[in-house]
Every structure is written in structure tokens, then in C-alpha cells.
């Protein structure tokens, strides 16, 4: 079975075949997210009217790949898409079709203006094509990067850490379509505190992997930073504590290179450290042998080390299938087959697990 996935839940427009969720036919993703560098996180209006300007030439991108049979992978920017859009026959047009099986869309969470353009466009598609329209919600289509990998899937039960720019989630798994919140951020997501602190040291938004680079080269003896909420008896999570205590620190400082570097250590070591000490935690306390980790945090290389250093089968995706992308949102509507007409498809940007 062969699904279109669709996916604007915020700055990426992207589309992807996916055959009996698992093998990537192909997959297309631009992105607005160079639009939003200097204003320190994603201004929903512009990304909105990106995903309006995105999606058709992604759709057609990746139906083009298809059409030519050769499994491949596109990252369009925006000028390529303005200055390149592509023309088809009525035949291609069938062609495109005649190749998907079923047609997924990200129904929420995300920013309203965007889920809209994904999910006007899936059943404008749905209803013209006469397909099945199958609505996956975006936290759970993270799970589905591991069904995509040449490893092995992870078993159920096991646990699942969503770490994002938006989310902060521990969830058991315990079957398709069956799972268990156990906790989450209270205040900002993991990828929120590295781009906020990012941002007091000077980087453009997103700061997270920037911040990660310069910590390559500190270390974290110099700044003591606290590790908030990390003995709670829960397992949510709180990161604003420590924007603030990195606020305090840095307010009038002139740091020397040496000095912003182990800054930068330092935060990543107190946000590493309570994101695995409590995943672990979760884990002994739920009794699940597996750990499978989802989000854009996921790039993070002092995050994947700790957590294998800590845990002994946990399963990371490759960054690519852990940010946001269309392929996991194909592959969760092929395990998650619960189609409705598309008539009461809707964009929910506050839907949770
Ligand atoms: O999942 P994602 O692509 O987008 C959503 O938030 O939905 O995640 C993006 C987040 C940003 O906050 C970004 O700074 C963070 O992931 N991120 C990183 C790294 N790469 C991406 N944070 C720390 N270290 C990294 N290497
Ligand atoms: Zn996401």
C-alpha cells in the first residue's frame, strides 16, 4: 500500500510516498525556516503564507520522483521553488494518482495557518482523486521515524521521548495507536531552552545546534547551571528555570571565546542530563526495555551519546526522519488506519497524545 503523506504543521512543507510504512518512495520538504533567523522563533503568519507559496510544488516534486521510479530525496529552497514550478500533463496527473493508494495528513498539533494549507490540500486531493484520507496526528507520526530506519523497529511496550523545538513529551508505547503520557515540559520544550539560551549567547534563531558546535569545544567546570525539576517525583520537565539563571549570568558580561564555549557546554550538559536522567527513570519505573527517541533535539550528539551511555537498547533515528518530515506521517497512517470521510477531516492545533 502506497500513502501520500502531507505535513505543515509549522515552518516545513513537506510530501512523501511511503510504501506499507516502511520504505521511503519518495520525499520532499522546503522549508521556511531561513525567514525566521533574525526574528528569534517562527512568526505563524509568515510561515503560513510560505506553506500557501510551498505546497503545490512539493506535491509536484515529489509526484515527479515517483513517476520517474527512483527512490530519492529533495530539500527545495523557497527561490527554487518560485523560480521552478513544474508543469504536468493530464497524464502525468494520472500517473500521480494512479500511484498512491491512500492520502495522510498532520491534522495538529502545529500553527493554525499552516495545519490549514495541509490539510485543505489533502482533501481538496482526497475528494478530487477519490482516496481514502487517513488524519495522523503530528506528535504521534514522530514515533513512526524509527519504523523507518534499516533497523529493526522498537517493541512494545517501549518508551518514547519526543523532544522538539515545541515538544517535550515521555510516552509508552504500547501498541499502534495505543500509548500512554507520562509526562512533559511544563513551561518551554527542550528545543525552546537550547534556542532561547542560544540566543543570549548571540546566535541566530534556531540556536540549538549552534550552541551544540560551540559546546565541542568547552567544558562545563566553569558555570554551574541548575538541573530543574530533575529529582521531582514526576516526570514532567521544566526548562524556563534555566533561560533565566542563563539570563543572570550573562546579563553585562563580556565572555571571552573560551568562557562563551563552556557556557554553551554547560547548558547542553544541565539540559542533557535532565532529559535522560528522568527518561531513564520513566523507563525502570514503567519496566519498558526500549527507549525510542523522536524530534529535532534528536541531532543533538551529547544527547544521543548520553543516552547510550545510560541505557543499553535505545533506538535513534537518523536527524533527517527525526525533525519534521512527511515520511512519518505516511508511515503512522499505514499502521494507524483509521480513515474518515474527508468531509470531517479538521486542523486541530491543539491536539495531544
Ligand atoms: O522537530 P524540529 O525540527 O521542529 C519542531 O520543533 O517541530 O526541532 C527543532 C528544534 C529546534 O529547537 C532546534 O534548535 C533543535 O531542534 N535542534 C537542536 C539541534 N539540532 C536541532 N538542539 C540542540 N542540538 C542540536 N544539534
Ligand atoms: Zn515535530
Not at 482533501?123 to 488524519?135: C, N, S, T
Not at 553585562?252 to 527513570?281: G, H, M, R
Not at 483509521?338 to 486541530?348: F, L, M, N, R
Request: proline share 5%; net charge negative.
Amino acid at each position: 500500500m502506497r500513502i501520500l503523506g502531507i505535513e505543515t504543521s509549522c515552518d516545513e512543507t513537506a510530501a512523501a510516498i511511503v510504501e506499507n510504512g516502511k520504505v521511503v518512495l519518495s520525499t520532499t520538504l522546503a522549508s521556511s525556516l531561513q525567514l525566521h533567523a533574525k526574528t528569534g522563533g517562527i512568526i505563524p503568519e509568515i510561515a503560513a503564507r510560505d506553506q500557501v507559496k510551498a505546497i503545490i510544488p512539493v506535491l509536484e516534486t515529489c509526484f515527479s520522483q515517483i513517476c520517474h521510479s527512483e527512490r530519492s530525496e529533495e530539500s527545495l529552497s523557497l527561490s527554487e521553488i518560485s523560480s521552478e514550478i513544474l508543469r504536468f500533463t493530464q497524464d502525468d496527473i494520472n500517473n500521480f494518482k494512479n500511484s498512491i493508494d491512500a492520502i495522510a495528513v498532520t491534522t495538529g498539533p502545529g500553527l493554525i495557518g499552516s495545519l490549514l494549507v495541509g490539510v485543505e490540500t489533502a482533501k481538496a486531493l482526497a475528494f478530487a482523486w477519490h482516496k481514502p484520507l487517513i488524519p495522523v496526528n503530528h506528535l504521534v507520526g514522530h514515533f513512526y521515524a524509527n519504523w523507518l530506519t534499516e533497523d529493526q523497529p522498537p517493541s512494545f511496550p517501549f518508551l518514547f521521548l519526543l523532544v522538539s523545538g515545541g515538544h517535550t513529551d515521555l510516552v509508552i508505547v504500547k501498541d499502534h495507536g495505543v500509548y500512554e503520557w507520562v509526562g512533559g515540559t511544563r513551561d518551554d520544550a527542550a528545543g525552546e531552552a537550547f534556542d532561547k539560551t542560544a540566543r543570549l549567547l548571540g546566535f541566530d534563531y534556531p540556536g540549538g545546534p549552534k550552541l551544540s558546535k560551540l559546546a565541542e569545544s568547552g567544558n562545563s567546570e566553569e558555570f554551574k547551571l541548575p538541573r530543574p525539576m530533575i529529582n521531582s517525583g514526576d516526570f514532567d520537565f521544566s526548562f524556563s528555570g534555566l533561560k533565566t539563571a542563563v539570563l543572570t549570568l550573562a546579563k553585562d558580561k563580556q565572555f571571552t571565546d573560551q568562557q562563551k564555549a563552556n557556557l554553551a557546554c554547560s547548558i547542553e550538559e544541565a539540559i542533557v542530563e535532565v532529559l535522560v536522567k528522568k527518561t531513564v527513570k520513566a523507563a525502570k519505573e514503567y519496566g519498558t526495555k526500549e527507549i525510542a527517541l523522536g524530534g529535532g533535539v534528536v541531532a543533538n550528539r551529547r544527547l544521543r551519546e548520553a543516552m547510550k551511555e545510560n541505557w543499553d537498547c535505545v533506538h535513534i533515528p537518523p536527524p533527517s526522519l527525526c525533525t519534521d518530515n512527511a515520511s512519518v506521517i505516511a508511515a503512522a497512517a499505514f499502521y494507524n488506519q483509521k480513515e474518515i470521510p474527508w468531509q470531517e477531516v479538521k486542523a486541530d492545533p491543539s491536539l495531544h497524545f
